[in-house]
């Protein structure tokens, strides 16, 4: 399967805790998107990467969340003692180009209990 | 505040109707405008639209962007029982690779 690969794809957590998800984009393509969704609304952007670097970042990403890039490949996305607000789909989308070339991951589906 | 509304929230209909779903946006530094097909997951994408009054076409699906009302819309003519799903509208502004998105019209198509 050569698309955008993400995971887990479910993650359950207790409050508190700390989650780490993974996203592996399509070979080749340079950017990488995260993005957050809750029941009944849009994506919500959080960050952005081009190869290694993490050229964007949303407001708001608390101090709580953190990604990385190593390499330029696969990706990270860290919630540092989650909250039931986390709760949520991540999304991860990888493009060569601008984001209308872009391909979504399947997602991973957050629950904080 | 950037903001993209759509309308309606939830839309339901028979096979065969047209539907027209609406997006307006408030964004600074405009560049494009994107709608996505979101069944289950992923969300898939439809169309850009960068300038007024073009339309896009693609099979039963089209969409057309006016800049100087800030709207979109989307037409699905024949509606089939797969184009059950939630339309997304976003906005992509110059000088930032974020998109803001809108809440999404949710379509269901009943046989």
């Known amino acids: 399967d050569t698309g955008v690969s993400q995971d887990p794809r479910h993650k359950i957590t207790k409050r508190g805790q700390n989650v780490t998800f993974r996203c592996d984009p399509i070979?080749?393509?340079?950017?990488l998107y995260w993005y957050r969704q809750t029941l009944g609304q849009g994506p919500e952007f959080l960050t952005y990467?081009?190869?290694?670097?993490?050229?964007?970042k949303s407001r708001l990403l608390s101090d709580r969340f953190s990604a990385e890039r190593p390499k330029g490949s696969f990706s990270t996305l860290e919630i540092q003692r989650t909250e039931q607000g986390d709760s949520a789909m991540y999304l991860c989308?990888?493009?060569?180009?601008?984001?209308?070339?872009?391909?979504f991951g399947q997602g991973t589906r957050l629950t904080v209990v | 505040e950037d903001k993209v509304v759509q309308s309606p929230l939830s839309l339901v209909v028979h096979e065969g109707d047209t539907v027209t779903l609406n997006c307006s946006y408030e964004?600074?530094?405009?560049?494009?405008l994107l709608w996505y097909k979101q069944e289950k997951k992923a969300p898939t994408f439809l169309f850009m639209l960068?300038?007024?009054?073009i339309e896009k076409k693609s099979g039963r699906l089209s969409s057309i962007l006016d800049k100087k009302e800030l709207f979109s819309i989307l037409n699905i003519t024949a509606t089939q029982t797969g184009d059950s799903a939630v339309y997304l509208c976003?906005?992509?502004?110059?000088?930032?690779?974020?998109?803001?998105f809108g809440k999404g019209t949710k379509l269901t198509v009943n046989p």
């Open positions: 990467f081009q190869n290694e670097a993490q050229l964007e």
């Open positions: 964004v600074t530094n405009f560049r494009s």
């Open positions: 960068t300038s007024s009054g």
């Open positions: 976003a906005v992509e502004q110059g000088g930032s690779e974020k998109l803001v």
């Open positions: 070979s080749e393509h340079n950017r």
């Open positions: 989308a990888s493009s060569l180009g601008g984001f209308a070339e872009a391909f």
